[in-house]
């Protein structure tokens, strides 16, 4: 099993959750942030640490959420890895309650 990182994470991408990582799973997109679904032990670190609530437990990923699991394996797939926690972008706040954000994901 794996942990997914879900739609609430893009333009927020906090990285409070790439600290924690035992197993530097997490990968690092222009918006967004995602996890390797190989490489995650399921220990559960990360989805405590997410200030948006972002990442989920692959058997408690929301219906709506679902295509995020095939995202997070293919995006993990192209983005760089990211081990060090970084600043937020600048206007994250202004994100964190916007809902439907799947349009503004990036590459």
């Not at 799973?25 to 399921?42: A, S, T, W």
Request: with cysteine.
């Amino acid at each position: 099993m794996t942990f997914v990182v879900a739609e609430s994470c893009i333009k927020c991408k906090y990285t409070d959750c790439v600290e924690v990582c035992p197993v530097d799973c997490f990968y690092e997109g222009p918006n967004i942030l995602v996890i390797h679904p190989d490489e995650c032990i399921d220990c559960a670190l990360c989805e405590p640490e997410c200030p948006v609530d972002a990442i989920f437990s692959e058997d408690e990923l929301p219906e709506d959420q679902q295509q995020f699991l095939e995202l997070n394996a293919e995006l993990a797939e192209v983005f760089p890895n990211i081990t060090e926690m970084k600043g937020a972008p600048d206007d994250a706040a202004e994100w964190e309650e916007v809902k439907d954000k799947l349009q503004y994901l990036e590459r």
